[in-house]
Structures are given as C-alpha cells and as structure tokens.
C-alpha cells in the first residue's frame, strides 16, 4: 500500500526562494499603476510600491488581499480593491501608503480601473446591477455619493478622454490568455461619448485590443495584431496605429499610463515605457513577500490529476498530475515522476504499444511542443508543431508505436511521426465545439478515421490515407455519425450513428436542448472496407456464419 500511494504524493520545489527576490528576478505581477515618482503593482496578494528608478518595494500596507491598483490623475492618491472576506470593495488611501477609506458597499466584486478626469470619483468594474453582466460604475471620493452607473452596455477597462466626455472601453475581454485567439469574442475597443451615447470602434481587423489609455491625442493600448501582445498607439486625428514595442514569445499582460511613461509588465518584469523618446527599459526591483507557501512540501497528486491511461498490456498507467509525467508500474505497485520540471507543463502523457516510449506535451521551451520519452533510456524527442503553437490533446499512439494522433484548440487534427520527428495537419472542423475528433488508428497503422462536424454541425465520418496523405468522407453528412473504430482484423470500420441527436446535444448553441437528450436514439454500424470482404450480416440482418468465422 505504501508503494501504491506514492504515485499520488509529489514533492514541489519552490520556484523561489524564502527570502528576498533579487533584483529583476521574474514575477508573477499582475495589475500595475504608475503617477509621477512611483509604480505600483499587484503581487503575492499584495500592492507593492517602488520608486520608477527601480529599488526594493514596499507594500502598500497590511490589510487583506489588494489589487487593481490606480493612481489619480495628480499622482497623490491610489485607488484599488481590498477583499473583505467575501467580495472585493473600492478603497482609497494616499499614494505613498496610509489609512484607507472605504467607498462601495455592495455585494459583489468591485475592481477599480480608472479615476475620473477631475479626480472626484473612482471608476470600477462591477456585476452590481445585473448577474452576470459586467458594467462600469463610479462612486464619488467624499464617502457620502451613491453609485452611478455609466451609460454602457457592457464594458471593461476603460480610460476618459482629457475633457471627460468620452471613453475608450472593451465591451469584451477576449479569452484570457489564450495566445493567438481569433475567435468571435476578441477583443475591441470602443470609444463612447457619455452625453449622445454615440460609439465609434477603432481599427481592428478581429484582433485583441486591451488596455487602452487615452493621453491628449493618442489612443495608447496592448494589442496582439503581430500574434505576439505588443504597445500600439493610435492618432486621434490621423486614426493610424503604431507599434511601439516589438517583444517576441512572451507579450505584454497588462499595462497603465501617467502623462510621461507608461509600465507595462512583460515577462514576469515591469517596464517603463518614456514617452518622449518612445524608449522602454526594465525596471529592477525586488521584494520580501510572505514565502512560507513556496518552501518545498510533498502534496497529494490525487487531488490534482489531469489524465490516466493504462498501457496496451495494462502493466503500467501513465498519469498526468500538476504539470508532470508519473508511470505506475500496476505489478509492484512502484512509482516514478518521469519529468520532474518544476518550471513547466507536462500533459496527458500515454504510453506506447510497445511500451517503449511515453508520449506526452510539454511547454518547456515557453511553447507547448510534442514530446517523445524512452522508457529505458530516459531520452526525449522533441518535436515542434507549428510556428504558433496552441494548446493540445487527445494524444493517441498508432500501433506500430512510430505515429501519434491528436488535436488543438485551433479545431485541426494533427498527425505526427515520431521517426521523422514531424507533424502534419490532417483536418479542420468548422464547428467551434468539436473538441474531440475521435481518431482511430487502423490495425496496420496506416489509414485513421476520425469524426468531424460539418457545417450543418453533424459529425461524419473520414478516413485518412497516411501514406497518401489524403482524406475520404465516408458517411452521408447529413445522419449524425461518431466514434469510429477499426477492428482487429482491418476489415470492417465500426461507427454510431444517430438521426435525432440534433435536438439535443449539440453544445454551444441554440441547438442544445438538455430535456431532448434522453429521447435521443444510437446505432452501431460496421463498414465493409474491401470488395471481397464478406458482410457480417445477410440481407434480413440475420449473422453471416461466414464472416464471423474469418
């Protein structure tokens, strides 16, 4: 038992150390701010403060959980959201630290972006007026004014123009960190004037636009249009956009402005951006957070398991746990932690036919690539998928152990060759839930068949020549068909087909009825694959003696 439960304990080891971080060591900062003389920003649940010269910060003072840092327009107060047990709230204290008074009252989370042009009130994020829906609010500095809501339908961040009269927004925030993201929820900004409710959209051909920070005539904002975050600019007047920074791999996450400079945070360091001479340079800083969490500790992996699966013999699991690769070997109970990166992402990990090789993704070069592990030497082959590497899954070995079979967040499904250490694309879906093509190896290894959904959204059956490199549609289209799956012998494809699975489970969209899913009816199908294969069933579906026998 006690060799059993070692493969649901790892030991982690702090990617920091207990005492100081060291001057322009990476940090895990996320909103920033800036006024005249200092710079601030979130970290280890804090508001840290540091002159702009760089230094040791200090923290803001020593009250719960802060964030969302803003600084006024004059520089000498700081705006943020303090967690009170529950919700988050508005504060307000003086920049350089002191006793902080509370705005907002309301139960839920308030987050602070922006001050108004005047200084009298703080701008924040809200779902206050409508679950779900988040809108920005202002509340006045006095302690005495209610809540007023700006008249936006929608909107996140958000800067004013000088005069007050307008605002530049999101009315949505993309997804996330997803890198590269092109998708019908990127990112704009919208510019809204709060007296006529006119809105005006600027130029953006589906890219992702965030931040923006509105100084005289420019329009200062990060955007991914290079597929990499970077500081853009757009002139008022000319309405042309410039690139002002040029980082490649890691972007830009997040970034604020003052009349002179903005900071902006790029791989784990806070940079300040002069705008004069249209020249950035790196911040160093350091701090002394609270490390008692980082210091190493044996955890149970059980609680934090991404993927199991057993071998082909069944002798050993591979298991995907916090980032790394374990094999339990299922006949001495013995476990092995194959990776052991605490400073990236392996996952779900599969083990070869052969039991040779564990296959697996890894983002230890700063971008998920394919990694190919023996088993008993210990090497690793690592293979590069595309120029602009997504996220990926379904990983699957062929069974002559020399190919590999999986798909990404983009919708295409992938071919490797392990030889050749290559990858190919097979196919794309057009369906934005199609998450799982189902791909099935055929017993000699060359030909795959998988599932994809069509427009009409209907999953259809393909088989893939790997030696020809090309795709046959094999079912009609218009039936919903899925999970195909090759049988022993190679002779026939196996596959379910539905005529009413429409009605209900047909996920992200108007078409997913849940109180239609239990009417919904499947069949199992075989495919003949050659002419001189006999049918496993005669014309009045009674069993061909026959064919059961080959």
């Not at 280890?44 to 002159?51: F, N, R, T």
């Not at 200084?119 to 007023?148: A, C, P, W, Y």
């Not at 002179?260 to 002069?274: E, K, S, T, W």
């Not at 009417?519 to 069933?537: C, D, G, M, N, Q």
Request: charged fraction near 20%.
């Amino acid at each position: 038992m006690l060799k059993a439960s070692a493969i649901f304990l790892l030991v982690l080891s702090s990617l920091f150390t207990v005492t100081a971080q060291s001057a322009n060591s990476p940090l895990l900062i996320w909103r920033v701010a800036v006024n005249q003389t200092h710079i601030a920003f979130t970290y280890a649940g804090k508001i840290w403060l540091v002159e702009r010269a760089g230094g040791a910060a200090k923290k803001l003072n020593d009250a719960g959980a802060e964030i969302n840092p803003v600084f006024s327009l004059d520089g000498k107060q700081i705006a943020f959201s303090r967690c009170n047990g529950a919700d988050f709230y508005i504060y307000i204290s003086p920049a350089t630290a002191g006793e902080a008074t509370r705005l907002t009252y309301q139960g839920e989370d308030d987050f602070a972006i922006a001050w108004t042009p005047d200084g009298q009130s703080v701008v924040f994020e809200s779902t206050l007026d409508e679950e779900g829906v988040t809108r920005l609010h202002k509340i006045g500095t006095n302690g005495t004014d209610l809540v007023q809501s700006l008249p936006l339908p929608q909107a996140f961040q958000g800067s004013f123009s000088p005069d007050g009269k307008q605002i530049a927004y999101n009315p949505r925030t993309g997804f996330g960190e997803w890198r590269y993201y092109r998708g019908g929820a990127t990112a704009p900004i919208y510019i809204a004037d709060l007296q006529s409710g006119a809105t005006e959209k600027l130029p953006n051909q589906n890219f992702n636009d965030r931040f923006p920070m509105w100084l005289g005539d420019k329009i200062y904002f990060v955007s991914d249009r290079t597929g990499i975050f970077n500081l853009f600019s757009i002139d008022r007047k000319t309405k042309q956009a410039k690139q002002l920074t040029n980082f490649d791999g890691q972007g830009i996450r997040t970034a604020s402005a003052t009349n002179d400079a903005i900071v902006f945070v790029q791989n784990g360091r806070l940079h300040l951006f002069d705008l004069t001479t249209n020249q950035s340079k790196i911040i160093e800083v350091s701090v002394s957070p609270d490390t008692s969490e980082l210091r190493p500790k044996t955890v149970p992996a059980m609680r934090f398991v991404e993927s199991y699966l057993p071998s082909a013999s069944g002798e050993k699991i591979s298991v995907g746990a916090r980032g790394e690769v374990l094999i339990f070997d299922t006949a001495n109970g013995d476990a092995k932690n194959l990776t052991n990166t605490s400073g990236a992402a392996e996952r779900y990990p599969t083990i070869s036919p052969d039991n040779k090789s564990v296959a697996y993704f890894s983002d230890e070069s700063g971008e998920y690539a394919l990694h190919v592990r023996s088993l008993e030497t210990d090497t690793v082959k690592k293979i590069s998928i595309e120029k602009q590497p997504s996220f990926y899954q379904n990983l699957s070995w062929s069974p002559d152990s020399k190919k590999l079979v999986f798909s990404d967040r983009r919708l295409n499904l992938w071919l490797a060759d392990v030889e050749k250490a290559a990858a190919t694309s097979v196919d794309a879906s057009v369906y934005s839930a199609q998450d799982n093509f189902s791909a099935n190896f055929s017993p000699d290894s060359r030909y795959l068949a998988y599932a994809k959904r069509l427009k009409n959204r209907a999953g259809t059956i393909y088989i893939h020549d790997t030696t020809t490199k090309k795709s046959v549609q094999i079912t009609d289209g218009v039936a919903h068909t899925q999970s195909p799956v090759f049988d022993r012998n190679g002779k026939y494809l196996y596959f379910l087909s539905s005529p009413n699975s429409g009605a209900g489970e047909f996920d992200w969209g108007v078409l997913n009825g849940m109180l239609s899913r239990p009417l919904v009816v499947r069949r199992v199908h075989a495919i003949v694959l050659a002419k001189e294969t006999l049918s496993p069933l005669l014309p009045n579906n009674q069993p061909e003696v026959s064919a059961i026998a080959v």
